[in-house]
Every structure is written in structure tokens, then in C-alpha cells.
T-cell receptor, first 115, second 115 residues
């Protein structure tokens, strides 16, 4: 089955600096790569995603890049703010084809923004 | 703003008792997922339904866990008998599950403590 590795497990950056979180996946058939943000005690919230037919996607201060050949994808947060402090999870799936939608998650990155 | 709902939000029970967790997926979504989150194991898939039919429950301990969808607006996860190692946050997620829609949206979770 799919295996997703995520690094680093913890990350501290100064407010205003950029943060980068990296994930690798094992199954070359995976074609959907979402990122979730989870604040303490809250639900994981989808913040951005990318599909295998796209190399990069941006949404304001966040961006995701995908390298299908190397089977890795990354989350980039620019101009970090205190409210960016949370745990971030990457995931992969082969969805939405029948039976392939289940997500395999990375182990999470605890991001702390230092004021 | 449609959201996945879960009840109860918190449950404390004694070992050996039956626990039932409920999930209402977003109206119109036809895929439902149950995930368990622990510090040690992270986010792991327990069960997955499409159009109320179970597609994958390979992550679920079969001897004590069961998952069902009595109708399109209700998914249940039962543990009988419960054990202390079942203590975790259980999340339900739903997705549109068709066409070009890949996203999964999480409910607020049920925090289960088994003593």
C-alpha cells in the first residue's frame, strides 16, 4: 500500500519568514495530494491540494509543488504569521476512482511561528 | 457553510462498555471515511463507504469494531467491547466522490477515553 513520509516533524520559524514542509510518497499511481492544517483540539482542515497533472499551485501565501518523477511534494508558506502555528499533514490518494479515494497521511509537522 | 457533524464530541467510558459514534456527512456527499488519530499512530483510516456500501475496512479491528451507514445521512462506528487502547480521537470525513471532486472534509471528531 501507499506510504507517505513527512519532514520535518517540528519546525520553528520567525514571523515573516518562510516555512517549507516536504513529503514523499511510494505509490506512483497516487494522483491527489492534499495538505491539511490542524489546530489544537480542532478538526483537520483542507488548506490546499494538488493533482498529478499540475506541478505547482498557489493560494495567497501558501503554495504546493509536486515532482512526480521523484515522488515528492512540498508545502510552502510565505510571510508566516502567528495564526499559521498548527500541525500540518500531507496526504496522498489515487482518487476519486472507485475504491481509491482513501487518504494515506504523513506523520505531521508541528509548525511554530515565533513572534 | 455545510459541515460534517459528529456526536458525541467527548465520551468517557469504562473498559468493556459499548461505544457508538455517529456522523452526519455533508448533504450530497456519497463517500464517508472514518479515521482514528493518536499520538503514536497519527491519522489512520478505519473504514470507507461509497454510496453507503463499505469499500475498505482493512484498518479496523474486526473483532470489536463495526461501521455502518443505515442511511445516506448517518454513519456509525461501534466498539464492543471497548479497551483502553481504543482511546483516541475518531474523525469522520465525507467527500463528493464523483467527477472532478477529490476533496475530503472532516468533522470535529469524537474524543474517546476508555478507562
Amino acid at each position: 500500500g501507499e506510504n507517505v513520509e513527512q519532514h520535518p516533524s517540528t519546525l520553528s520559524v520567525q514571523e515573516g519568514d518562510s516555512a517549507v514542509i516536504k513529503c514523499t510518497y511510494s505509490d506512483s499511481a497516487s494522483n491527489y495530494f492534499p495538505w491539511y492544517k490542524q489546530e489544537l483540539g480542532k478538526r483537520p482542515q483542507l488548506i490546499i491540494d494538488i493533482r498529478s497533472n499540475v506541478g505547482e499551485k498557489k493560494d495567497q501565501r501558501i503554495a504546493v509543488t509536486l515532482n512526480k518523477t521523484a515522488k515528492h511534494f512540498s508545502l510552502h508558506i510565505t510571510e508566516t504569521q502567528p495564526e499559521d502555528s498548527a500541525v500540518y499533514f500531507c496526504a496522498a490518494s489515487k482518487g476519486p476512482n472507485f475504491g481509491n479515494e482513501k487518504l494515506t497521511f504523513g506523520t505531521g509537522t508541528r509548525l511554530t511561528i515565533i513572534p | 457553510d455545510a459541515r460534517v457533524t459528529q456526536t458525541p464530541r467527548h465520551k468517557v467510558t469504562e473498559m468493556g462498555q459499548e461505544v457508538t459514534m455517529r456522523c452526519q456527512p455533508i448533504l450530497g456527499h456519497n463517500t464517508v471515511f472514518w479515521y482514528r488519530q493518536t499520538m503514536m499512530q497519527g491519522l489512520e483510516l478505519l473504514a470507507y463507504f461509497r454510496n453507503r456500501a463499505p469499500l475498505d475496512d482493512s484498518g479496523m479491528p474486526k473483532d470489536r469494531f463495526s461501521a455502518e451507514m443505515p442511511d445516506a445521512t448517518l454513519a456509525t462506528l461501534k466498539i464492543q467491547p471497548s479497551e483502553p487502547r481504543d482511546s483516541a480521537v475518531y474523525f469522520c470525513a465525507s467527500g463528493l466522490g464523483r467527477g472532478d471532486s477529490y476533496e475530503q472534509y472532516f468533522g470535529p471528531g469524537t474524543r474517546l477515553t476508555v478507562t
